[in-house]
């Protein structure tokens, strides 16, 4: 089956970390670029962080950079999303998303462009 799966997410403390993963079932990564989102309740899907097939690009939501670092490991077919800082306004379900673009600088953050494979989702609440 082909697939991504998110994992992950829990409850942590404001100024807290945690590191999600999105592994691919199926098929390889290799060749696609990668997007986090969140969406929080009543919010729309908004993207957190991208990065290209290669490694070489990576972009982050204002809201997010300087807390979170993106890195992909192409040799497990994994790629992650470091949080650090986290602040309450951080909770939300976070996914990934792969777009089959092998580029150097490509990725996207936008929620609304066609993706070949989405996650089922990791939920991450930051909370005292």
């Known amino acids: 089956q082909l697939q991504l799966v998110e994992s992950g997410g829990g409850l942590v403390q404001p100024g807290g970390s945690l590191r999600l993963s999105c592994a691919a079932s199926?098929?390889?990564?290799?060749?696609?670029?990668i997007s986090w989102f969140r969406q929080a309740p009543g919010k729309e899907r908004e993207g957190v962080s991208c990065i290209s097939s290669t490694g070489d690009s990576r972009n982050y939501a204002d809201s997010v950079d300087g807390r979170f670092t993106i890195s992909r490991d192409n040799a497990k077919n994994t790629v992650y999303l470091q949080m650090t800082s986290l602040k309450p306004e951080d909770t939300a379900d976070y996914y990934c998303?792969?777009?089959?673009?092998?580029?150097?600088?490509?990725?996207?953050?936008?929620?609304?462009?066609?993706?070949?494979?989405w996650g089922q989702g990791t939920q991450v609440t930051v909370s005292s």
């Open positions: 199926g098929f390889t990564l290799d060749y696609y670029a």
């Open positions: 998303a792969a777009r089959k673009r092998h580029s150097s600088y490509y990725c996207s953050l936008s929620a609304t462009q066609e993706y070949d494979y």
